[in-house]
């Protein structure tokens, strides 16, 4: 691992100056013992002893009740303070510790906590000097539990805690020690020995940072104090060592990766590696540790100070951020695993789709969720952009740009390249859409069934008409023999002029099948009409073997729409080519003849126009 200062150098300095303060031993014997700097000058615990020595403490204010519990250097025991009829703690020291040093030392803690008014401050309610000389401190009887047993006893913690989730109980006693101790910084007091073997937790939830023997003012600090398996690289002292607000944020740190690992950060089976342990401070947490946490601790325990949270109340925030959003924080873990569903879906070759849209928006409902709970979840933002990013590339892959598209709207970050991507992917999906419109026009156009309806409702329409008209002109024939054929034309001119108009103006008309009809159509009366017309005004009347010319027209006409457009004309060709025959045979009843004829058409157009709707029935039903 790389390093921004010499190593060996720094462990060799500082094992020679533990070897000569006698802590070598301590860094492996008893790492979780409380390190005191023996050189440093108690001032305020002189005071105190000079103030004290002119006050007399009434020995029987206290009534002794026996021992509570023995530290280092001192003995605690409980007491009643007789004034007040309550329940306190008395510290002194053990009879083998009333050294002047450690007196000035308790009296300077006494002094010191006694100044710290604060709700997680042990109060001290009063301090004295015993017969002796020794300094007697009566403080705030904590009915409950050290934190460290309650860190490490799961039986102690589920009594104290019954029903509630253990991280987040330890978070919230955590978040109270930031508390004490941002109001000690505030005070120009560094704790310098935060651990949960200092921190009380009385049975109704209070929170009581103790033990604030070795608590100092910032500055340089040459000598070595503190808890090693907490320590931050400079509590181990030297020329260049300086105390600051963040050494207390690094032990904060320390004692969050307790939490979270269920050991102290530092350790090592020797005194070398004790101390290349804290001064590399390099945690590591397990994968089920939440990111956010192990990343809190990973900044608070920084080698440099400066890398660190600027104080304890930050720290706190950030605790208090996590504990708020834990709930969306659970949900952003949760949809992570139906993320990693989602991919493992995506890397197979043909995933079911239902499955894979499914288990999507599963994940995507879940990330939504967390961010509405948390605004600032950015597990969740990135978790939803990955999801969506994900799926925007399958549409992709299989072509679905406008899905695509609908899918890239989602994202939180914008992504440039996918954009562009899904950009060009929708231009070229458009642009095959307009050839498959085309292609698709095209295919109705040439469908004889397009416009089949129309087409031959007015085939039926002409046909009654063209039925009816030979009868009324044998009539005409009757009266005015010399203009036989000439009374066609009428007819003929007015039944172009209809299906000029359908053919122009009604949209089936437009189709090209039936714009080839009209055309067809349309010239061929036009040419009956000048051409009977034209013979008239140059020779005369054609006699009765005119309509047996014009039989033999329609046949042709019919027969060439029968092979090039419609097979199943063929019925009126038919019709039209025995009208010529019978003509010819029985001239007398040519009227007759060419009217079954134009019959013909008519109920061939009717059956076609059946058909053709049944066929568009069938084709609309499902399969």
């Not at 540790?289 to 660190?308: N, S, T, W």
């Amino acid at each position: 691992m790389d390093v921004p200062f010499d190593l060996q150098a720094t462990l060799d300095a500082r094992l020679r100056t533990l070897t000569l303060t006698g802590h070598v031993e301590t860094l492996v014997k008893n790492p979780r013992s409380t390190v005191v700097p023996p050189l440093e000058s108690q001032r305020t615990g002189k005071r105190a002893r000079d103030v004290l020595q002119n006050l007399r403490r009434d020995p029987d204010a206290l009534l002794d009740l026996g021992p509570l519990g023995e530290g280092g250097m001192g003995i605690v025991r409980l007491a009643t303070q007789v004034a007040l009829d309550r329940k306190v703690a008395v510290k002194s020291l053990r009879p083998e510790h009333r050294a002047p040093r450690n007196v000035e030392a308790l009296l300077g803690e006494a002094w010191l906590a006694g100044s710290l008014e604060h709700p997680n401050v042990v109060p001290v309610h009063d301090l004295g000097l015993d017969e002796h000389g020794v300094p007697v401190l009566v403080m705030k009887r904590i009915e409950g539990e050290t934190w460290s047993r309650l860190l490490h006893d799961e039986e102690a913690m589920a009594k104290h805690a019954p029903g509630r989730e253990p991280l987040e109980e330890h978070l919230r006693i955590l978040m109270q020690v930031c508390n004490a101790v941002h109001y000690a910084h505030s005070r120009e007091i560094v704790h310098r020995d935060l651990k949960p073997d200092n921190v009380m937790v009385g049975s109704f939830g209070e929170v009581y940072v103790v033990d604030w023997g070795i608590a100092t003012a910032p500055g340089p600090s040459p000598q070595m104090a503190g808890t090693p398996v907490y320590m931050a690289p400079e509590m181990l002292g030297g020329d260049d060592a300086e105390l600051t607000v963040r050494t207390d944020v690094y032990l904060l740190g320390a004692v969050l990766h307790e939490i979270l690992t269920g050991k102290a950060p530092h350790d090592g089976s020797s005194s070398a590696a004790m101390v290349t342990s804290v001064l590399l401070s390099n945690p590591t947490y397990p994968d089920d540790a939440p990111p956010e946490l192990a990343e809190l601790a990973r900044a608070c325990m920084r080698r440099d100070p400066k890398e660190r949270p600027e104080s304890a109340l930050a720290v706190r925030r950030a605790l208090e951020d996590f504990v708020e959003h834990q709930g969306s924080l659970e949900l952003a873990t949760q949809s992570e695993k139906r993320l990693e569903e989602l991919l493992l879906l995506l890397e197979t070759k043909e995933p079911d789709v239902t499955t894979l849209f499914n288990v999507f928006s599963e994940c995507r409902f879940g990330f939504r969720q967390a961010l509405r709970g948390w605004e600032r979840n950015e597990r969740a933002r990135a978790g939803l952009d990955r999801a969506v990013r994900a799926m925007v590339r399958y549409e992709l892959d299989r072509g679905s740009a406008h899905a695509a598209e609908s899918l890239l709207g989602e994202l939180l970050t914008p992504d440039a390249e996918l954009d562009r991507e899904v950009r060009a992917a929708a231009v070229k999906e458009k642009d095959q859409a307009r050839q498959l419109d085309r292609l698709q026009q095209m295919e109705r156009n040439l469908d004889p069934r397009t416009g089949g309806g129309l087409r031959l409702g007015v085939g039926v329409a002409i046909g009654l008409l063209w039925t009816c008209s030979p009868l009324f002109g044998g009539q005409m024939a009757l009266r005015w023999p010399q203009y036989e054929l000439v009374s066609s034309t009428p007819v003929s001119l007015f039944s172009a002029a209809v299906l000029l108009f359908l053919g122009h103006v009604v949209k089936e008309g437009k189709t090209p099948l039936n714009r080839q009809l009209v055309r067809i159509v349309v010239f061929a009366m036009l040419a009956q009409s000048v051409g009977i017309l034209g013979y008239f005004l140059a020779f005369g009347d054609l006699g009765p073997r005119g309509l047996a010319a014009l039989s033999a027209y329609w046949f042709v006409i019919s027969g060439v729409v029968t092979v090039a457009f419609m097979p199943m004309i063929w019925p009126t060709a038919l019709g039209y080519l025995l009208a010529l025959v019978g003509t010819l045979r029985w001239p007398e009843y040519r009227y007759e003849i060419i009217a079954l004829a134009n019959a013909t058409f008519s109920v061939n157009s009717f059956f076609m126009l059946i058909k053709y709707k049944h066929e568009g029935k069938a084709a609309r039903e499902p399969a």
